[in-house]
Protein backbone atom coordinates (compact mmCIF):
# COMPACT_ATOMS: atom_id res chain seq x y z
CA UNK A 1 0.00 0.00 0.00
CA UNK A 2 1.53 3.10 -1.12
CA UNK A 3 1.99 6.00 1.69
CA UNK A 4 -0.53 8.49 0.55
CA UNK A 5 -3.18 5.92 0.57
CA UNK A 6 -2.40 4.82 3.63
CA UNK A 7 -2.99 8.41 4.98
CA UNK A 8 -6.00 8.99 2.80
CA UNK A 9 -7.17 5.83 5.18
CA UNK A 10 -6.16 7.14 8.33
CA UNK A 11 -7.54 10.16 7.18
CA UNK A 12 -11.07 8.84 6.39
CA UNK A 13 -11.11 7.03 9.90
CA UNK A 14 -10.44 10.49 11.91
CA UNK A 15 -12.93 12.09 10.22
CA UNK A 16 -15.34 9.61 10.72
CA UNK A 17 -14.80 9.19 14.23
CA UNK A 18 -14.94 13.50 15.03
CA UNK A 19 -18.22 12.84 12.59
CA UNK A 20 -19.55 9.85 15.23
CA UNK A 21 -18.66 11.80 18.08
CA UNK A 22 -20.42 15.37 17.26
CA UNK A 23 -23.61 13.17 16.16
CA UNK A 24 -24.21 12.04 19.64
CA UNK A 25 -22.77 15.40 21.24
CA UNK A 26 -25.97 16.83 19.02
CA UNK A 27 -28.13 13.90 19.63
CA UNK A 28 -27.91 14.47 23.54
CA UNK A 29 -27.99 17.76 23.67
CA UNK A 30 -31.57 17.89 21.61
CA UNK A 31 -32.86 14.85 24.53
CA UNK A 32 -33.00 17.83 26.81
CA UNK A 33 -35.51 20.18 24.47
CA UNK A 34 -38.85 19.81 23.54
CA UNK A 35 -38.69 17.89 19.89
CA UNK A 36 -40.77 19.14 17.37
CA UNK A 37 -44.44 17.59 17.03
CA UNK A 38 -44.89 18.10 13.17
CA UNK A 39 -41.87 18.77 10.86
CA UNK A 40 -42.42 19.96 7.09
CA UNK A 41 -39.54 19.18 5.08
CA UNK A 42 -38.81 20.81 1.43
CA UNK A 43 -36.43 18.29 -0.19
CA UNK A 44 -34.74 20.80 -2.66
CA UNK A 45 -31.36 20.56 -4.47
CA UNK A 46 -31.52 16.93 -6.54
CA UNK A 47 -30.87 18.13 -9.70
CA UNK A 48 -27.96 20.30 -8.77
CA UNK A 49 -26.34 17.42 -7.04
CA UNK A 50 -26.28 15.50 -9.90
CA UNK A 51 -24.79 17.94 -11.89
CA UNK A 52 -22.19 18.57 -9.69
CA UNK A 53 -20.85 15.10 -10.00
CA UNK A 54 -22.15 14.75 -14.05
CA UNK A 55 -25.01 12.87 -13.49
CA UNK A 56 -28.56 12.45 -14.83
CA UNK A 57 -30.83 14.77 -12.78
CA UNK A 58 -33.69 11.43 -12.76
CA UNK A 59 -29.94 9.87 -10.82
CA UNK A 60 -30.31 12.81 -8.39
CA UNK A 61 -33.89 11.98 -7.82
CA UNK A 62 -33.21 8.06 -7.07
CA UNK A 63 -30.92 9.35 -4.46
CA UNK A 64 -33.32 11.82 -2.90
CA UNK A 65 -35.48 9.57 -2.61
CA UNK A 66 -33.22 7.19 -0.60
CA UNK A 67 -32.29 9.66 1.44
CA UNK A 68 -35.95 10.81 2.25
CA UNK A 69 -36.40 7.16 3.64
CA UNK A 70 -33.12 7.31 5.79
CA UNK A 71 -34.14 11.26 6.84
CA UNK A 72 -37.32 9.72 8.00
CA UNK A 73 -35.82 7.26 10.45
CA UNK A 74 -33.71 9.89 11.98
CA UNK A 75 -37.10 11.93 12.62
CA UNK A 76 -38.68 8.65 14.07
CA UNK A 77 -35.49 7.79 16.39
CA UNK A 78 -35.81 11.82 17.13
CA UNK A 79 -39.35 10.93 18.40
CA UNK A 80 -41.26 13.65 16.04
CA UNK A 81 -44.59 12.55 15.66
CA UNK A 82 -45.60 13.90 12.06
CA UNK A 83 -43.43 14.32 9.01
CA UNK A 84 -44.86 16.42 6.11
CA UNK A 85 -42.63 15.61 3.11
CA UNK A 86 -42.71 18.21 -0.31
CA UNK A 87 -42.15 15.56 -2.91
CA UNK A 88 -43.97 16.69 -5.66
CA UNK A 89 -45.77 20.25 -6.30
CA UNK A 90 -48.36 21.21 -9.09
CA UNK A 91 -45.40 23.33 -10.95
CA UNK A 92 -43.04 19.81 -10.99
CA UNK A 93 -45.51 18.43 -12.87
CA UNK A 94 -44.50 21.16 -15.87
CA UNK A 95 -40.80 20.00 -15.71
CA UNK A 96 -39.89 18.04 -18.78
CA UNK A 97 -41.59 14.49 -19.46
CA UNK A 98 -39.01 12.26 -19.33
CA UNK A 99 -38.34 14.00 -15.56
CA UNK A 100 -42.16 14.09 -14.78
CA UNK A 101 -42.08 10.17 -15.69
CA UNK A 102 -39.44 9.37 -13.55
CA UNK A 103 -40.40 11.53 -10.60
CA UNK A 104 -44.26 9.47 -10.53
CA UNK A 105 -42.30 6.02 -11.37
CA UNK A 106 -40.68 6.66 -7.89
CA UNK A 107 -43.69 8.29 -5.98
CA UNK A 108 -45.61 4.98 -7.32
CA UNK A 109 -42.55 2.68 -6.22
CA UNK A 110 -42.53 4.67 -2.90
CA UNK A 111 -46.23 4.07 -2.17
CA UNK A 112 -46.10 0.40 -3.19
CA UNK A 113 -42.90 0.02 -0.71
CA UNK A 114 -44.98 1.18 2.34
CA UNK A 115 -47.46 -1.63 1.97
CA UNK A 116 -44.30 -4.07 2.18
CA UNK A 117 -42.76 -2.23 4.67
CA UNK A 118 -42.02 -3.84 8.21
CA UNK A 119 -40.48 -0.82 9.51
CA UNK A 120 -43.64 0.92 8.69
CA UNK A 121 -46.37 -1.15 10.17
CA UNK A 122 -43.84 -1.70 13.16
CA UNK A 123 -43.41 1.68 14.21
CA UNK A 124 -47.34 1.98 13.50
CA UNK A 125 -47.08 4.91 10.81
CA UNK A 126 -50.11 6.70 9.49
CA UNK A 127 -49.04 7.59 6.03
CA UNK A 128 -51.29 9.98 3.93
CA UNK A 129 -51.14 12.01 0.76
CA UNK A 130 -51.58 15.42 0.49
CA UNK A 131 -52.54 17.40 -3.12
CA UNK A 132 -54.75 17.10 -6.26
CA UNK A 133 -54.18 13.76 -6.72
CA UNK A 134 -57.30 13.49 -9.61
CA UNK A 135 -53.92 15.09 -11.89
CA UNK A 136 -51.98 11.65 -11.49
CA UNK A 137 -51.77 8.59 -13.11
CA UNK A 138 -54.69 5.87 -12.46
CA UNK A 139 -51.38 3.10 -11.13
CA UNK A 140 -50.12 5.99 -8.87
CA UNK A 141 -53.78 6.90 -7.11
CA UNK A 142 -54.03 3.13 -6.93
CA UNK A 143 -50.66 3.02 -4.78
CA UNK A 144 -51.58 5.85 -2.66
CA UNK A 145 -54.90 3.87 -1.96
CA UNK A 146 -53.52 0.87 -0.96
CA UNK A 147 -50.88 2.61 1.39
CA UNK A 148 -53.69 5.12 3.16
CA UNK A 149 -55.60 2.13 3.67
CA UNK A 150 -53.02 -0.53 4.56
CA UNK A 151 -51.81 2.62 7.27
CA UNK A 152 -55.47 3.95 8.35
CA UNK A 153 -55.52 2.45 11.69
CA UNK A 154 -52.15 3.68 13.13
CA UNK A 155 -52.19 6.46 14.93
CA UNK A 156 -48.61 6.38 16.38
CA UNK A 157 -47.20 8.46 13.69
CA UNK A 158 -48.17 10.28 10.84
CA UNK A 159 -46.42 10.90 6.93
CA UNK A 160 -47.77 13.17 4.77
CA UNK A 161 -46.68 12.89 1.35
CA UNK A 162 -47.64 16.12 -0.53
CA UNK A 163 -47.49 15.29 -4.49
CA UNK A 164 -49.49 17.16 -7.05
CA UNK A 165 -49.67 19.69 -4.25
CA UNK A 166 -49.93 23.70 -3.95
CA UNK A 167 -50.43 25.57 -1.02
CA UNK A 168 -52.74 28.42 -2.73
CA UNK A 169 -54.84 25.21 -4.54
CA UNK A 170 -55.27 23.38 -0.92
CA UNK A 171 -57.00 26.73 0.20
CA UNK A 172 -59.23 26.91 -2.90
CA UNK A 173 -60.00 23.32 -2.44
CA UNK A 174 -61.13 23.84 0.77
CA UNK A 175 -63.10 27.38 -0.06
CA UNK A 176 -64.84 25.14 -2.89
CA UNK A 177 -65.66 22.27 0.01
CA UNK A 178 -67.02 25.33 2.37
CA UNK A 179 -68.58 27.04 -0.58
CA UNK A 180 -70.51 23.84 -1.40
CA UNK A 181 -71.26 22.89 2.51
CA UNK A 182 -73.10 26.24 2.85
CA UNK A 183 -75.20 25.78 -0.36
CA UNK A 184 -76.42 22.20 1.36
CA UNK A 185 -76.62 23.74 4.31
CA UNK A 186 -74.10 21.22 6.33
CA UNK A 187 -72.14 24.66 7.31
CA UNK A 188 -73.36 28.33 8.58
CA UNK A 189 -71.58 31.11 7.20
CA UNK A 190 -71.37 32.37 10.76
CA UNK A 191 -69.31 29.02 11.88
CA UNK A 192 -66.94 29.82 9.74
CA UNK A 193 -63.63 30.50 11.79
CA UNK A 194 -59.75 29.65 11.39
CA UNK A 195 -60.50 26.24 13.13
CA UNK A 196 -63.54 25.19 11.09
CA UNK A 197 -61.86 26.39 7.91
CA UNK A 198 -58.61 24.62 8.57
CA UNK A 199 -60.33 21.11 8.87
CA UNK A 200 -61.40 21.75 5.45
CA UNK A 201 -57.50 21.48 4.55
CA UNK A 202 -55.60 18.23 3.57
CA UNK A 203 -53.74 18.45 6.98
CA UNK A 204 -57.27 18.53 8.73
CA UNK A 205 -56.27 16.16 11.21
CA UNK A 206 -52.93 17.49 11.80
CA UNK A 207 -51.22 19.71 14.29
CA UNK A 208 -49.41 22.84 12.75
CA UNK A 209 -46.32 22.45 11.27
CA UNK A 210 -43.67 23.39 14.24
CA UNK A 211 -40.29 23.80 12.01
CA UNK A 212 -39.89 23.52 8.20
CA UNK A 213 -36.77 22.69 6.79
CA UNK A 214 -35.52 23.04 3.07
CA UNK A 215 -31.99 21.97 1.71
CA UNK A 216 -29.90 23.49 -0.79
CA UNK A 217 -29.82 27.37 0.35
CA UNK A 218 -33.28 28.09 -1.11
CA UNK A 219 -34.98 30.81 1.41
CA UNK A 220 -38.52 30.13 0.29
CA UNK A 221 -41.92 28.19 0.78
CA UNK A 222 -42.77 27.19 -2.68
CA UNK A 223 -46.42 27.13 -1.46
CA UNK A 224 -45.78 24.01 0.94
CA UNK A 225 -48.39 24.17 3.84
CA UNK A 226 -49.00 28.30 3.04
CA UNK A 227 -52.10 28.01 5.75
CA UNK A 228 -50.34 26.25 8.11
CA UNK A 229 -47.50 27.73 8.33
CA UNK A 230 -48.32 30.95 9.68
CA UNK A 231 -46.32 30.55 12.97
CA UNK A 232 -43.83 27.83 11.86
CA UNK A 233 -40.22 28.36 12.56
CA UNK A 234 -37.93 28.28 8.98
CA UNK A 235 -35.04 26.29 8.71
CA UNK A 236 -32.76 26.69 5.84
CA UNK A 237 -29.39 24.53 4.67
CA UNK A 238 -26.97 24.97 2.25
CA UNK A 239 -26.26 21.32 1.65
CA UNK A 240 -28.37 19.85 -1.54
CA UNK A 241 -30.94 17.19 0.11
CA UNK A 242 -29.15 13.86 -1.52
CA UNK A 243 -26.33 15.17 0.49
CA UNK A 244 -27.89 15.75 4.07
CA UNK A 245 -25.86 14.16 6.75
CA UNK A 246 -27.70 13.26 10.62
CA UNK A 247 -26.10 15.83 12.07
CA UNK A 248 -27.44 18.59 9.65
CA UNK A 249 -30.73 17.80 10.85
CA UNK A 250 -29.92 17.31 14.45
CA UNK A 251 -28.62 21.12 14.41
CA UNK A 252 -31.78 22.08 12.99
CA UNK A 253 -33.53 20.84 15.90
CA UNK A 254 -31.12 21.99 18.29
CA UNK A 255 -31.75 25.42 16.73
CA UNK A 256 -35.63 25.09 16.70
CA UNK A 257 -34.87 24.61 20.47
CA UNK A 258 -32.91 27.30 20.97
CA UNK A 259 -35.89 29.83 19.79
CA UNK A 260 -38.58 30.84 21.51
CA UNK A 261 -41.33 30.86 19.82
CA UNK A 262 -44.24 33.47 21.46
CA UNK A 263 -46.86 32.81 18.24
CA UNK A 264 -47.45 36.96 17.96
CA UNK A 265 -48.24 37.38 21.62
C1 LIG B 1 -36.23 18.90 -5.52
O1 LIG B 1 -35.01 18.93 -6.21
C2 LIG B 1 -36.86 17.59 -5.52
C3 LIG B 1 -37.99 17.23 -6.20
C4 LIG B 1 -38.70 18.18 -7.06
C5 LIG B 1 -38.55 15.87 -6.13
C6 LIG B 1 -38.41 15.15 -4.81
C7 LIG B 1 -38.84 13.77 -4.98
C8 LIG B 1 -38.19 12.66 -4.54
C9 LIG B 1 -37.02 12.68 -3.68
C10 LIG B 1 -38.66 11.32 -4.97
C11 LIG B 1 -40.12 11.06 -4.81
C12 LIG B 1 -40.45 10.56 -3.49
C13 LIG B 1 -41.70 10.39 -3.00
C14 LIG B 1 -41.86 9.90 -1.63
C15 LIG B 1 -42.92 10.70 -3.73
P1 LIG B 1 -34.97 19.73 -7.58
O2 LIG B 1 -35.39 18.80 -8.68
O3 LIG B 1 -35.76 20.97 -7.45
O4 LIG B 1 -33.43 20.02 -7.75
P2 LIG B 1 -32.76 21.44 -8.07
O5 LIG B 1 -33.34 22.41 -7.07
O6 LIG B 1 -31.31 21.21 -7.85
O7 LIG B 1 -33.10 21.76 -9.47
MG1 LIG C 1 -35.36 22.88 -6.77
Known amino acids: MKTSSVLQAIRTWVINQIYRFYEKRLS ?23 KELGLDPT ?22 GTVTVYALSTENLKRPKGEVDALIALAEKAFNDVIESKEIHERGVRIRALGRLHLLKESLREAVRKAEESTKSYSDRRLNIAIAYGGR ?20 VGDINEETFAKYLYTAEDPDPDLIIRTSGEERLSGFLL ?10 MDVYWPELRKIDLLRAIRTYQRRQRRFGT
Not at 28 to 50: F, M, Q, S, Y
Not at 171 to 188: F, P, T
Not at 227 to 236: D, G, I, M, N, T
Request: with cysteine.
Open 169 to 188: AEILDAARKIISDVINGDLE
Open 227 to 236: WQSAYSEFYF
Open 59 to 80: LGHQYGFEKLKEVLQWCWEIGI
Open 28 to 50: NTIKNGEVPRHVGLILDGNRRWA
